[in-house]
């Protein structure tokens, strides 16, 4: 007897389902062994702080030059 369209997709389809819900059940279990930075490191701690100074330092100069693009375009 021969599969019409619909039976075989659905049948491709569970069985993709299926090994989808047995992939995260197997890397669901280690979740909870992932390394997440909490801050307490030395190394974590100095990537954030140099990352909010050049952040700032960033904002600063984009302050800096859109002031100057004003002075300049009201210079008479």
Request: proline share 3%; with cysteine; glycine share 10%.
């Amino acid at each position: 007897m021969a599969r019409t369209g619909a039976s075989y997709t659905d049948a491709v389809k569970t069985v993709w389902q299926g090994r989808v819900a047995q992939t995260a059940a197997k890397y669901g279990d280690n979740a909870p062994m992932a390394a997440v930075c909490c801050n307490a490191c030395r190394t974590c701690v100095t990537t954030n702080g140099i990352s909010l100074v050049l952040g700032a330092a960033v904002g600063a100069g984009a302050a800096v030059v859109e002031l100057g693009r004003r002075l300049v375009s009201n210079a008479p």
